[in-house]
C-alpha cells in the first residue's frame, strides 16, 4: 500500500515533526502494509493556524461555488472508488463488495447531498423585524473512527464545508491510509489550500491535542462514549461546541403478527455486516415469547449464510475484526456470555482461523436484559436474542441501556410499529425494514451522543446563529 510520510497542511504534503510511526496492519493476514507518521501537538498546531488563516475566504465564499467543489469531491472518489475500497478492505479488513457498495458508495452519496443543500439552504431568513443569518461556526477538529473510515469523515467534512467551516482532520490510527486517499481528493478537487488539513496519529496525542486546541472552535468526534465523554468535557471547560456521535446498543422489536422470518433474516444480517463494527448494530433481537424458539431456530439457520473468510474474495460475507485487541475484546465478550448462563446457539469464542483477527459469527438465546451481553456494546458480529411477554416488557427492554442510537421495529401494520417507535428512547428506528436515508439525521439519544449527522440537520451542527433586528 502506498502511504504519504507526511501531513496534509495548507494544501501540501509536509513532513511530521516528529519521528515516530504508526503501522497499518491488514486485519485478514496480520502483515505490516504501511506506515504513516505520528502527529504530535506542534503538527495539530500548525494544521489549525492552516485552518485559521484559509477561514475568512473561504467563509465569505459563495455557498454555490463551495457547493461545486463538494461536487468535484465526489467526482474525484467516484473516480478513485475501486482504490479507495481495495484499501478499505486491507486496512479495515472489510469484504470487498461491502467496501465498494457502502464503504465508498454511501459517502460519494452523501457528498453528493451536501453539493446539493450548500445550494438550496436557507443561511438567512426573516423574522418578524428580525433577519436571522446562520454562520459557519469557524475551524472543526473532526476526530474520526476506522468502522467506516470513509463515510465518517465525509459525513463530517461534507457539512462543514457546504457550511463554510475550515477543518483539521485527525483520523482513526487503524484505517489511516482512507483518510490519505480522501486528501489526495480534496487536493485533486481543487479545494483551496487550508480549507481542510489531515493529521495522522493517536488518539491520546493527536486526537487531545486537536480537541484541546484553542484555535479549534467545534470538536465533531465519532467514537466510543468513554472518549466522547473526556472530549465533551474538554471541550466544555473551553466552552467549546461539541458533536458527539458515540455508542449504540440497538433494539430490533419483533412484534406479534411481523413476518417472523423476513424480520430475524434481516435482522441477523444487519449485525453481520460489517462484522459487527456498527455503532447502530442492531444486537439485541426481542421476541414475543409465544414465537421465540421459532425465532432463535431462524437465527441460528441465517447466520449460517454468513461464514468468515479472506475479504478480498467476492463471495465472503464476514471478514475480520480491525485489531488484536478489538479480537481479544469480542472474543471476551462471547466468553462473558456463556460464562453468565446464555444459550449458544451459533458460533463461539473460539477462532475459527489460524490467522488473522476473525471472530466466529455468534447467536445467543436465553440472554436476560441484565447480562453484559445485553448492556455493553460489543462491536463485533454477536447477536443477542430476548422474549418478552408484551409490548410494554419490550418497550422496558428496548429503552433499559445507557444508549439511544438505533432501533427497528416490526410489526404486521406500519400503524403498530410506529406507534411503539415513538416511545422508544432513540434517535433512529427503521420501521418494517426501512431503508438508509442519506438526508436523514443520525444521531443518538442519552449516552450514544449529542448532535445529528447528515442531510440538513448535520449541516445545521457546523452552523452559528446572528440576528439582526431592524
Known amino acids: 500500500m502506498k502511504a504519504h510520510d507526511g501531513m496534509y497542511i495548507d494544501g501540501e504534503w509536509r513532513p511530521a515533526v516528529g ?141 462543514a464545508l457546504a457550511a463554510g467551516c475550515t477543518i483539521v482532520l485527525k483520523p482513526a490510527e487503524d484505517t489511516p491510509l482512507t483518510a490519505q486517499l480522501f486528501a489526495e481528493a480534496v487536493h485533486e478537487a481543487g479545494i483551496p489550500a487550508g480549507v481542510f488539513n489531515l493529521v495522522t496519529g493517536t488518539g491520546p496525542v493527536a486526537g487531545q491535542a486537536l480537541a484541546a486546541h484553542e484555535g479549534v472552535d467545534l470538536v465533531s468526534f465519532t467514537g466510543s462514549t468513554a472518549v466522547g465523554k473526556q472530549i465533551g468535557a474538554t471541550a466544555g471547560a473551553a466552552v467549546k461546541r461539541v458533536a458527539l456521535e458515540l455508542g449504540g446498543k440497538s433494539a430490533n422489536v419483533i412484534l406479534p403478527g411481523a413476518d417472523l422470518a423476513k424480520a430475524v433474516a434481516a435482522g441477523v444480517g444487519h449485525v453481520m455486516n460489517n462484522t459487527g463494527q456498527s455503532c447502530n448494530a442492531l444486537s439485541r433481537m426481542l421476541v414475543h415469547r409465544d414465537q421465540y424458539e421459532e425465532a432463535v431456530s431462524l437465527a441460528a439457520a441465517a447466520v449460517a449464510a454468513f461464514p468468515t473468510g479472506d475479504p478480498r474474495e467476492p463471495g465472503t460475507r464476514v471478514g475480520p475484526v480491525v485489531n488484536a485487541k478489538q479480537h481479544e475484546r469480542v472474543r471476551g465478550y462471547i466468553a462473558k456470555g456463556v460464562e453468565e448462563g446464555a444459550r449458544l446457539v451459533a458460533g463461539g469464542p473460539d477462532a475459527p482461523h489460524e490467522q488473522g483477527y476473525f471472530v466466529a459469527p455468534t447467536v445467543f438465546a436465553d440472554v436476560t436484559p441484565d447480562m453484559t451481553i445485553a448492556q455493553e456494546e460489543i462491536f463485533g458480529p454477536v447477536l443477542s436474542i430476548l422474549p418478552y411477554e408484551d409490548e410494554e416488557e419490550a418497550l422496558r427492554i428496548a429503552n433499559g441501556t445507557v444508549y439511544g442510537l438505533g432501533g427497528a421495529v416490526w410489526a404486521e401494520d406500519e400503524a403498530t410499529a410506529v406507534a411503539f417507535a415513538r416511545r422508544m428512547d432513540t434517535g433512529q428506528v427503521d420501521i418494517n425494514g426501512g431503508r438508509f436515508n442519506v438526508l436523514a439525521p443520525f444521531g443518538g439519544y442519552k449516552q450514544s451522543g449529542v448532535g445529528r449527522e447528515l442531510g440538513p440537520h448535520g449541516l445545521a451542527e457546523y452552523l452559528q446563529t446572528k440576528s439582526l433586528q431592524f
Open 19 to 159: 519521528r515516530d510511526r504508526i503501522e497499518v496492519v491488514n486485519p485478514a493476514d496480520e502483515q505490516v502494509i504501511a506506515e504513516v507518521p505520528a502527529g504530535t501537538g506542534e503538527d495539530v498546531d500548525a494544521a489549525v493556524r492552516a485552518a485559521r488563516a484559509a477561514f475568512p475566504s473561504w467563509a465569505a465564499t459563495p455557498a454555490a461555488e463551495r457547493g461545486a467543489l463538494i461536487r468535484a469531491l465526489r467526482d474525484v472518489l467516484q473516480a478513485r472508488k475501486a482504490e479507495i475500497a481495495d484499501t478499505i478492505t486491507a486496512e479495515l479488513g472489510s469484504p470487498i463488495g461491502f467496501s465498494t457498495m457502502v464503504h465508498v458508495g454511501s459517502p460519494i452519496a452523501v457528498a453528493s447531498s451536501y453539493a446539493d443543500l450548500a445550494s438550496s439552504y436557507a443561511f438567512e431568513e426573516r423574522i418578524g423585524n428580525s433577519t436571522v443569518l446562520m454562520e459557519p461556526v469557524g475551524v472543526v477538529g473532526a476526530i474520526t473512527p476506522w468502522n467506516y473510515p470513509l463515510h465518517q469523515v465525509v459525513a463530517k467534512v461534507a457539512p
